[in-house]
């Protein structure tokens, strides 16, 4: 693996700070050499290639940029690579099995819970984190767990619905 | 009939599961921020942190010499960036100052460009804007429309602030008003709106040779591939704009902006490909914002609530510069404020004002919400002045359903409707009655919570547009829609559309169109779109016309490869063409041979091309382009219940019924979930949003922290249910439902909160209704003592 710096004008090696960290990311382990500055959300998105993070605000308001860090939602547009070091992440890419979508991924397709889907990637990360701990969730409390996810398009009534539908089908699974 | 032919399930009315999910819930979405190529490079913007200056320097030297940074530029580097286009040229005297992508002179906004930096990423691209010296001289703002003709006002351009005067009017209304019973004059405010598609903008440009390939987070890539060409120099031929998946529009991304221009002449400058994409708060300093209007609204009546006339004055806010339909936007209103109503005269003036703020533009209803919010708002308070309930008014008053076909005041011929069944259902699943009488029961109590009932009855126009009426609109292009069906050999059909999805669900739905028509299955149907390489023609997505227009066309293109495919059957089946009959995907002769042939056998006939009959080309290919006759004018009554805290001010929806009639629904799963978002979108500007200016131009709003997108813990679950009066207008019947949502619900809201508590008082209160707002109108109403 090699990163090359383009048009380094006048720069020595050294001028370029670096960071080499370890994580796993959709179970996989990987070491990357970072500028202490760059977000994790670019690592994830340039740095390892999984485009399905997305980034909508930089200010962690929106939500898109999703992930779980040690199973925990967080926004990676404000958290930098280098706190990644030795944690495990989880993005949209790492929801689905080679042979099945995760039972979110057909909720949300089952009951329209996305349009443009720019946020859904987010929202389904927020609502694993959610399921995780509460399975048998209301509306209420799935609106609340969401709430710091922004979407533009769905109205949230079919989001909602999406999750309720996945919770069901994640507790017949673990009664089946 | 055998089981073999029996007929397949109706693909039309059917809630298909979307196409496009399966690759937006994994991750593989292609969205313009994802394209990376060979020599990439990263542009960033150096913008003004004045609302109005002179430029007296620019230096990007310190820039230019920094680790990373490929080139730095200003405005008068590129003498050839020309002027962003306005399409809409309102009226004949109109003032169109010119628009460069990167100030040269002057700035009239926060955000507006001064210079662009290049660099190896987006980080060194980012240091190098720290680097660049711009000096000013600061100018005096212009943020008031209502002081902003005045002589003593500061100018915006050296033509001053006033960019047009519009009227419009028809029936005598002095006549209406002289000795008029009743006389009502209200002034609502439409605040100013950050459309907020969660997508943030992204750009790509890369230059082979003489041609250019842009790919842009865009509504619109057929128009902006137009404009490139008509206003920016750049030969047609050599430009195919790409619009990838693209994360909703809502209209901000119906536009050409300065970032896609420069993208594409500093790719060219540098000899690489360059990227851009925005974040949010450089998005909410220079997407173009929406709404923005004063309204002074008059109305008289007779003293049984018939309309006599309407008479509306409009402030409509430009902001600094014209951009793509700017002035047409408060103009798509003139139509509409007249509603579902008749009346025996209307009168309509519009003055388009310009400020040192970001140009606005079209934003989800585009005019229509504005107008609906003016007239639902004036009905009710019309009925309080009266003492009648509010849906008696507007029953008296609309157009009843044996009245259709019927020209409005406004001169539009609505082709359809049925407000009577739409209102019936609505106050069925609403509990009207119910409610009213907890209301009464509530005021009578004293309850610090009051209830509200907020009646929005609204109609729209869309399915943008009749390319004639909008020749006579001075707008520069028209409304057609173009689509293409290609029959593969194997019997699977790609479909290419010039409507350019952002969400909505185009895959689906045309390929239900597409299923419908033909009889071929569902899954064997691929839609190809948004790329002017692949899909060379269309007018592209907005205004709610992807269905109405374009949706017609394909079916358009569908009956031409029926026809071409009847030729060639008639050859198989041994029967004149005239006699070849065609249902569900299969030829048969009439009362002949018993023979049939599926529409994959003449596919694959054709592409062989063995036994044609002579003089018949080998292809069911086919081409349709549909402009409409008439806009379609769906139509709904939307009923909300709202408690308010007369203590707190906390306004919460109890309830929210929106029965609307869209016309034939193809897929009621995609108009369920486009009514729910227009749902949200009209709310949060009723309770939440708003774009917030300082008094030196400083856009206070600049982040999701600031500017209040509503959350799914902050909107109730809806419910809604359709009429079905199909439109007369298109033969598949539909009418639209992109907008309808955002239109009916700011008014049905704010209509609830007044109904809380204008017993107390209370006439108005300004959106956004936050609680802060909603307390002191109360408090002052009790000040001021209490109800009239």
């Known amino acids: 693996m090699t990163t090359v710096y383009d048009d380094v004008g006048d720069q020595a090696a050294g001028d370029v700070p670096m960071r080499r960290i370890a994580?796993?990311?959709?179970?996989?382990?990987?070491?990357?050499?970072?500028?202490?500055?760059?977000?994790?959300?670019?690592?994830?998105?340039?740095?390892?290639?999984?485009?399905?993070?997305?980034?909508?605000?930089?200010?962690?308001?929106?939500?898109?940029?999703?992930?779980?860090?040690?199973?925990?939602?967080?926004?990676?547009?404000?958290?930098?690579?280098?706190?990644?070091?030795?944690?495990?992440?989880?993005?949209?890419?790492?929801?689905?099995?080679?042979?099945?979508?995760?039972?979110?991924?057909?909720?949300?397709?089952?009951?329209?819970?996305?349009?443009?889907?720019?946020?859904?990637?987010?929202?389904?990360?927020?609502?694993?984190?959610?399921?995780?701990?509460?399975?048998?969730?209301?509306?209420?409390?799935?609106?609340?767990?969401?709430?710091?996810?922004?979407?533009?398009?769905?109205?949230?009534?079919?989001?909602?619905?999406?999750?309720?539908?996945?919770?069901?089908?994640?507790?017949?699974?673990?009664?089946? | 009939?055998?089981?073999?032919?029996?007929?397949?399930?109706?693909?039309?009315?059917?809630?298909?599961?979307?196409?496009?999910?399966?690759?937006?819930?994994?991750?593989?979405?292609?969205?313009?921020?994802?394209?990376?190529?060979?020599?990439?490079?990263?542009?960033?913007?150096?913008?003004?942190?004045?609302?109005?200056?002179?430029?007296?320097?620019?230096?990007?030297?310190?820039?230019?010499?920094?680790?990373?940074?490929?080139?730095a530029f200003s405005g008068v580097d590129f003498p050839e960036q020309g002027s962003l286009p306005c399409a809409w040229p309102v009226t004949p005297d109109i003032v169109m100052p010119p628009h460069p992508p990167m100030a040269t002179e002057e700035v009239r906004y926060v955000g507006e460009a001064v210079a662009v930096v290049v660099a190896r990423d987006r980080y060194a691209a980012a240091d190098a804007v720290e680097a660049v010296q711009v000096e000013y001289e600061p100018l005096p703002p212009v943020l008031d429309m209502r002081t902003a003709l005045d002589e003593s006002s500061p100018k915006v351009h050296p033509q001053g602030n006033k960019c047009f005067e519009w009227v419009f009017g028809n029936g005598d209304i002095d006549a209406a008003f002289r000795d008029a019973p009743v006389v009502l004059e209200r002034n609502y405010r439409q605040q100013r709106l950050i459309p907020s598609a969660m997508e943030p903008r992204a750009v790509v440009a890369a230059w082979v040779a003489d041609e250019v390939t842009l790919w842009s987070a865009t509504q619109i890539p057929h128009v902006l591939r137009f404009a490139l060409a008509a206003f920016f120099a750049i030969p047609e031929q050599n430009i195919r704009v790409i619009a990838p998946d693209v994360g909703g529009g809502f209209g901000s991304k119906l536009q050409v902006t300065a970032e896609e221009v420069l993208a594409v002449l500093v790719a060219k400058r540098v000899g690489r490909p360059v990227k851009w994409t925005e974040s949010?708060?450089?998005?909410?300093?220079?997407?173009?914002?929406?709404?923005?209007?004063?309204?002074?609204?008059?109305?008289?009546?007779?003293?049984?609530?018939?309309?006599?006339?309407?008479?509306?004055?409009?402030?409509?806010?430009?902001?600094?510069?014209?951009?793509?339909?700017?002035?047409?936007?408060?103009?798509?209103?003139?139509?509409?404020?007249?509603?579902?109503?008749?009346?025996?005269?209307?009168?309509?003036?519009?003055?388009?004002?310009?400020?040192?703020?970001?140009?606005?533009?079209?934003?989800?209803?585009?005019?229509?919400?504005?107008?609906?919010?003016?007239?639902?708002?004036?009905?009710?308070?019309?009925?309080?002045e009266l003492g009648m309930d509010p849906m008696?008014?507007?029953?008296?008053?609309?157009?009843?359903?044996?009245?259709?076909?019927?020209?409005?005041?406004?001169?539009?011929?609505?082709?359809?409707?049925?407000?009577?069944?739409?209102?019936?259902?609505?106050?069925?699943?609403?509990?009207?009655?119910?409610?009213?009488?907890?209301?009464?029961?509530?005021?009578?109590?004293?309850?610090?919570?009051?209830?509200?009932?907020?009646?929005?009855?609204?109609?729209?126009?869309?399915?943008?547009?009749?390319?004639?009426?909008?020749?006579?609109?001075?707008?520069?292009?028209?409304?057609?829609?173009?689509?293409?069906?290609?029959?593969?050999?194997t019997g699977k059909v790609e479909v290419v559309t010039g409507s350019s999805a952002h969400g909505q669900g185009h895959e689906t739905a045309w390929s239900q169109i597409v299923a419908e028509k033909l009889g071929v299955p569902f899954e064997d149907i691929r839609v190809l779109h948004g790329d002017t390489q692949v899909s060379p023609k269309g007018m592209d997505t907005y205004g709610s016309r992807s269905l109405t227009v374009g949706g017609v066309a394909l079916n358009g293109a569908c009956d031409k490869v029926i026809a071409k495919a009847k030729v060639i059957a008639s050859g198989m089946l041994e029967a004149p063409p005239e006699e070849i009959e065609f249902a569900h995907g299969v030829f048969s002769a009439r009362g002949g041979s018993g023979k049939t042939s599926t529409i994959q056998e003449i596919a694959l006939a054709t592409f062989a091309a063995h036994n044609l009959p002579d003089g018949v080309e080998p292809s069911l290919d086919s081409e349709a382009t549909y402009d409409p006759d008439n806009f379609s004018f769906p139509h709904g009554t939307h009923l909300c219940a709202t408690e308010v805290d007369t203590e707190t001010g906390e306004v919460s929806i109890r309830s929210y019924v929106a029965v609307d009639d869209v016309g034939r629904a193809v897929n009621p799963l995609i108009?369920?979930?486009?009514?729910?978002?227009?749902?949200?979108?009209?709310?949060?500007?009723?309770?939440?949003?708003?774009?917030?200016?300082?008094?030196?131009?400083?856009?206070?709003?600049?982040t999701l922290a600031d500017y209040l997108i509503p959350s799914a813990a902050d909107l109730p679950s809806y419910i809604t249910d359709r009429t079905e009066t199909p439109a007369t207008t298109n033969p598949l019947g539909v009418k639209g439902v992109g907008e309808a949502g955002t239109i009916a619900s700011t008014p049905a809201v704010v209509n609830a909160i007044l109904d809380a508590v204008r017993h107390l008082g209370v006439r108005d209160i300004p959106m956004p209704c936050t609680p802060e707002r909603v307390w002191r109108a109360v408090q002052a109403a009790r000040e001021s003592g209490g109800a009239r």
């Open chain 1, 23 to 176: 994580f796993t990311i959709n179970g996989a382990r990987k070491i990357a050499e970072v500028e202490p500055r760059l977000l994790l959300a670019h690592l994830i998105r340039r740095g390892v290639g999984l485009t399905g993070t997305h980034m909508g605000c930089d200010t962690t308001n929106c939500g898109a940029c999703t992930v779980l860090v040690d199973g925990k939602p967080i926004k990676s547009c404000t958290m930098l690579a280098v706190q990644a070091d030795g944690h495990e992440i989880t993005t949209v890419e790492g929801l689905a099995s080679a042979s099945e979508l995760h039972p979110l991924q057909e909720g949300f397709r089952a009951e329209h819970g996305l349009q443009c889907g720019f946020c859904t990637p987010g929202m389904m990360l927020a609502a694993k984190a959610l399921l995780d701990v509460n399975p048998d969730p209301t509306e209420e409390d799935v609106r609340w767990a969401l709430s710091g996810n922004l979407c533009r398009c769905t109205g949230y009534q079919n989001i909602v619905k999406s999750v309720l539908w996945a919770a069901a089908k994640l507790r017949s699974q673990s009664a089946g």
């Open chain 2, 1 to 71: 009939m055998t089981a073999e032919t029996a007929a397949p399930a109706a693909e039309f009315g059917r809630s298909r599961l979307r196409k496009e999910d399966a690759r937006l819930i994994t991750g593989q979405t292609n969205w313009t921020d994802n394209i990376t190529l060979p020599g990439l490079v990263h542009m960033a913007f150096v913008r003004s942190p004045f609302a109005h200056a002179r430029i007296t320097s620019v230096d990007v030297s310190a820039a230019r010499a920094m680790p990373g940074v490929i080139a």
């Open chain 2, 280 to 384: 949010r708060s450089e998005g909410n300093l220079t997407v173009h914002h929406g709404r923005d209007q004063w309204q002074r609204i008059r109305v008289a009546a007779d003293h049984d609530g018939r309309l006599r006339g309407l008479s509306v004055d409009l402030l409509a806010n430009m902001g600094a510069y014209l951009m793509l339909v700017t002035p047409g936007v408060p103009l798509l209103g003139a139509f509409m404020f007249n509603s579902i109503y008749k009346m025996d005269a209307y009168s309509f003036r519009c003055t388009g004002i310009f400020t040192t703020e970001v140009p606005t533009d079209a934003y989800r209803g585009a005019g229509r919400p504005e107008a609906t919010f003016g007239i639902e708002r004036t009905m009710d308070e019309l009925a309080s």
């Open chain 2, 392 to 489: 008696e008014l507007r029953r008296r008053n609309w157009i009843k359903h044996e009245e259709f076909p019927f020209t409005t005041i406004a001169g539009l011929t609505y082709d359809s409707g049925n407000y009577e069944a739409a209102t019936a259902r609505a106050v069925e699943l609403f509990g009207y009655h119910d409610l009213r009488a907890e209301q009464e029961r509530r005021r009578a109590s004293g309850d610090p919570v009051q209830l509200g009932i907020g009646i929005s009855t609204f109609t729209e126009m869309c399915g943008l547009a009749p390319s004639r009426v909008l020749g006579s609109l001075s707008y520069g292009a028209g409304g057609w829609e173009s689509a293409s069906v290609r029959m593969l050999p």
């Open chain 2, 671 to 702: 108009v369920e979930g486009q009514v729910h978002g227009g749902l949200a979108q009209g709310i949060a500007q009723a309770l939440f949003e708003e774009a917030v200016y300082d008094d030196d131009g400083n856009l206070l709003t600049t």
